[in-house]
């Protein structure tokens, strides 16, 4: 039994090997030629300049509580008992198709409701019980829910059920007894949108799912797939959403459309000519608009005189003034930072020269040890010298920032006279940089020259102070105040006795 066991697994390990190297000629083999897509721009939309000027999206009609905005179509808000739909104009009648759908479902419980449905039906189910859409449909729905009706724990799920118009959904066990492909997938409050890909090719309707983890917009997993899947030639797609007691945001960014094509078959036709009667909507609606502008444009030119005639390049930024104001911004705070460290530099210096001055007198006052044969200190002859070097050290720095801020006012100067770009602007640029490297190493100079010292030196200790009362001047206090008290709590009593004899 060990032999044949081993063979076979040598030979398993063959043909995952063969298929490592030639992923080709299994992919073929399996999946054949991939069909052509074509991408259908009417029976699609995507932001930005989702909707039209006066809310209308372009192509399609929404109903109920659905809200369109430029970037997305919110489909239900997040309050109780909200239906909402969208569904295209025109019904579409291609043999194979592909649709790719971005949407978000938010809420902040932990639970949500009810869910969002993607359809493609023989008509528009603008209303109804199912997701916000009629019941009863023909065709197919691609059902998101997110609430658990019959209580066995399997949502949030994606089911696909199919109709004939006859069917009433079963609400109570969440379609599961008429679902022909489910799988489970949590698409409620995630960091990116979630993405459907669902493709109808060769009466196969496939699935697939992003989760919304990561920006990757192509990162599928697979759902489910029907096969033998019948639908109506001709159809409408919408998309519904609906809430309960609880309550999420259904927000649909995108839903795009593709015609898929099998290999070998001739590519459809482009499109014919639109019909006159819409041909001359169209053309009228351009002549109102031109108009419009151009009223728009004499109002401007009247309230602002002072720009008529100039060119209209003058009146907007330029990509390389931007960069010179961009460049001139920079200088000038860098101007202001130096400037503040040359404040605080001088406060610095104003405080060594006072310790100096202090040390001085110090010294003065201890030179009178010389007289009586003492020697002075070495300890103050040491803190002197260190801040004396201190104040050299500062005063360099400062001359150095002083320098800085010469070459920032060449440098500013060179950039008005219109040279920003040339050899010395940019040699101006590398001087303010060593000179601010020079600072810095200065500063940390100073640091630890000015550390040292303080970490050798050690302050003499003060004499004890002497204690401001003794131990037995404190017992005799605490028994007089004792005795005190106690004969004022007496004093108290027999007043208060002497006051009770009148009553």
Request: charged share 25%.
């Amino acid at each position: 039994m060990a032999v044949p066991i081993a063979k076979c697994l040598a030979a398993y390990a063959y043909l995952l090997l063969i298929s490592l190297i030639f992923p080709h000629v299994f992919a073929d083999s399996a999946t054949g030629d991939s069909p052509h897509r074509r991408f259908e721009y009417k029976y699609s939309f995507k932001g930005p300049h989702l909707t039209q000027s006066d809310g209308r999206i372009p192509f399609w009609i929404h109903t109920g509580n659905a809200i369109p905005s430029s970037d997305q179509i919110r489909i239900t808000p997040s309050l109780r008992s909200q239906k909402g739909s969208v569904w295209t104009k025109s019904p579409v009648n291609f043999e194979h198709w592909e649709a790719e759908i971005a949407f978000r479902v938010s809420g902040r419980g932990r639970m949500g409701a009810d869910g969002l449905a993607i359809w493609f039906t023989a008509g528009q189910g603008l209303e109804g019980p199912v997701y916000g859409a009629a019941d009863q449909w023909n065709g197919v729905g691609i059902f998101f829910d997110s609430f658990d009706n019959d209580g066995k724990k399997n949502n949030p799920a994606v089911l696909v059920v199919g109709n004939n118009g006859k069917l009433i959904y079963d609400h109570q066990n969440d379609g599961t007894t008429q679902s022909l492909g489910t799988c489970l997938r949590d698409f409620r409050n995630k960091p990116y949108p979630v993405r459907a890909k669902i493709t109808y090719y060769q009466k196969t309707l496939s699935v697939f799912i992003n989760n919304g983890f990561t920006p990757d917009k192509d990162d599928y997993e697979f759902c489910t797939r029907v096969e033998n899947m019948i639908i109506p030639d001709s159809g409408y797609f919408g998309i519904s959403a609906a809430t309960g007691g609880l309550a999420d945001d259904h927000d649909v960014l995108s839903f795009l459309l593709f015609r898929l094509t099998e290999p070998g078959q001739n590519l459809p036709p482009p499109e014919k000519e639109i019909p006159k009667e819409e041909k001359d909507k169209y053309q009228e609606e351009f002549e109102n608009f031109q108009q419009e502008l151009d009223k728009r444009k004499e109002e401007f030119q009247k309230e602002h005189p002072d720009v008529q005639g100039q060119p209209i390049e003058d009146l907007f930024e330029s990509v390389n003034d931007r960069e010179i104001r961009q460049v001139f911004e920079g200088q000038n705070r860098i101007h202001l930072e130096i400037k503040q460290l040359n404040r605080q530099l001088a406060m610095i210096l104003d405080e060594q020269r006072r310790y100096v001055s202090v040390i001085t007198e110090e010294i003065s006052k201890r030179s009178s040890q010389t007289q009586s044969g003492q020697a002075p200190s070495h300890d103050m002859e040491t803190i002197v010298n260190t801040q004396q070097e201190v104040l050299r050290n500062l005063n360099e720095i400062r001359n150095s920032l002083s320098g800085s801020l010469k070459q920032l006012a060449m440098g500013q100067q060179q950039g008005n006279a219109g040279g920003l770009g040339s050899y010395e602007t940019v040699q101006h640029f590398n001087d303010i940089k060593e000179h601010l490297h020079v600072v810095k190493r200065n500063i940390e100079h100073i640091i630890q020259k000015n550390v040292n010292p303080a970490e050798k030196m050690k302050c003499p200790e003060l004499p004890p102070l002497p204690t401001c009362l003794s131990t037995t001047h404190f017992v005799i206090f605490i028994v007089v105040q004792s005795l005190l008290f106690f004969g004022y709590v007496m004093y108290k009593s027999q007043q208060e006795a002497a006051a009770k004899k009148f009553f």
